[in-house]
């Protein structure tokens, strides 16, 4: 296949542009495929993913979106003798509220008709709850369990702040290898005919097809397409302005850390927890003093939201953990390739960290000098929906907006925008996802309703 003349180009080579081209070419026998990306595959956002998955969103068309997703790499992990080393021992999502209505409201919303089937209370000395002591996806269950009081939370999960009073046990949740899907995609698809060039887009121009001009190596070259995916994450915006058309996505940066838990204060069987709480961040005179005199972080002496995550991540016998907290709402429409990172992070979210698993605390001021600290964009809409399917601009589909759910939604989101490149029928809901959504007038004032857009 020549490069400059194919029939789909697909722009960002992230895990969500190489997920719609596998689906082009395995699903759908297409093998004039090009994937450009001015970096090498999986090497921006798709880098700096948390590579966790949930079934559980606070409204039904998410749910049966992440579901489908779910049911797509379970299917790779069963093909590749789970290369993509995918676990599942839950989400667990926790509060110090004894009764928290709003959210026990919005996870019946999430499950819809199924709620009653799905949602297993235990309260008390209840001995019904099956604690998630194996990572195998194969025997986990589905549903979630909610626990209801603070010694019931205690006798499963001791390493826990003792004011934690209920706890909702996402069940079809886990982890995955978010590189090592990519590179099985990447592999699987070639003898197809799919291929890559590392090529910066430049300008897309549209007679009888597209010419799309690129730079490769510093060379202008322009290539003939049939079709263009938009898979540029949190460039999307910018590469559907060169056919000018104008896509309603902002970007989030958020950030991460990851670092060897030497002293063993979080559970190596945990589930990926969400101290769900806002608070107050305890600092010395002097770093109060500090803060106040950088505008760009006195935010951090205000109030905080909840939210904030950890997990072990390395399996049974690893040392090492995540923390993350998707704080950050200031949002840019002109990313960069390289961010500029919070120095302050790191001990900002080990402080927040710290507060739901209080033996965390002993690595304040103390962290491993080889941890990681590290970020990515959240590209998303207002709602934080993606956005899949036919752009406005005909000839050209959208795999794009996928916040921070990239890695647990690239296979979902590659199979629809695949089955909308070849006219190939789609579950019910992809209409929602798509551009058609902004003209369900009905949809629209009930998402502007939600108080929760399902970002944890």
């Not at 003349?5 to 542009?17: F, K, S």
């Not at 608070?279 to 972080?297: G, M, Y």
């Not at 798509?434 to 309703?449: C, G, H």
Request: glycine share 8%.
């Amino acid at each position: 296949m020549k490069t400059n003349d194919v029939e789909i180009l697909v722009i960002g080579a992230g895990i969500v542009g190489i997920a719609t081209a596998y689906y082009l070419a395995i699903k759908h026998k297409r093998s004039r495929i090009l994937i450009v990306d001015e970096g090498q595959p999986m090497a921006l956002t798709s880098a700096q993913s948390g590579e966790n998955y949930r079934n559980w969103w606070p409204h039904p068309t998410m749910a049966d979106f992440t579901n489908h997703s779910t049911d797509l790499m379970e299917e790779i992990a069963r093909r590749s003798d789970n290369r993509i080393h995918m676990t599942r021992r839950g989400y667990l999502l926790v509060t110090r509220d004894q009764r928290p209505e709003e959210l026990l409201q919005q996870l019946h919303a999430g499950y819809g008709a199924s709620a009653a089937k799905l949602i297993r209370l235990h309260e008390g000395a209840s001995r019904g709850y099956v604690p998630p002591l194996s990572a195998d996806w194969q025997t986990a269950p589905d549903g979630v369990d909610v626990l209801l009081g603070r010694d019931l939370i205690q006798s499963y999960y001791p390493k826990f702040d003792r004011e934690v009073a209920t706890a909702l046990h996402i069940r079809r949740a886990g982890d995955i290898s978010g590189q090592q899907l990519g590179q099985y995609m990447l592999e699987t698809m070639r003898p197809s005919g799919a291929q890559f060039q590392q090529a910066k887009v430049v300008g897309i121009a549209k007679a009888d097809r597209f010419n799309v001009d690129v730079l490769a190596d510093g060379t202008w070259q322009t290539i003939t397409a049939d079709i263009i995916v938009n898979a540029a994450g949190p460039f999307a915006a910018q590469v559907a302005a060169l056919h000018d058309e104008r896509l309603p996505i902002v970007n989030n940066l958020q950030q991460k850390i990851a670092f060897a838990d030497r002293n063993r204060a979080v559970d190596r069987k945990m589930p990926f927890a969400i101290d769900l709480d806002g608070q107050t961040l305890a600092w010395t005179e002097d770093e109060r003093e500090a803060l106040a005199a950088a505008p760009e972080f006195a935010r951090l002496l205000e109030p905080m939201p909840g939210s904030i995550h950890c997990r072990p991540d390395g399996g049974d016998h690893g040392e090492w953990i995540k923390l993350g907290w998707a704080f950050n709402t200031e949002t840019t429409t002109e990313p960069v390739r390289e961010p500029e990172l919070n120095p302050y992070f790191p001990e900002v979210v080990l402080r927040a960290a710290s507060r739901l698993q209080p033996q965390l605390a002993q690595y304040l001021g103390a962290l491993p000098r080889d941890r990681v600290h590290y970020g990515g964009y959240y590209p998303m809409t207002r709602e934080n929906w993606p956005l899949i399917g036919a752009a406005g601009t005909p000839g050209v589909f959208l795999a794009a907006a996928l916040s921070g759910y990239g890695t647990m939604g690239a296979c979902a989101a590659g199979d629809l925008c695949a089955r909308a490149v070849v006219g190939a029928e789609a579950p019910v809901f992809a209409r929602s996802l798509s551009l058609a959504r902004y003209q369900d007038q009905a949809l629209m004032a009930e998402l502007e309703a939600t108080a929760s857009r399902g970002l944890l």
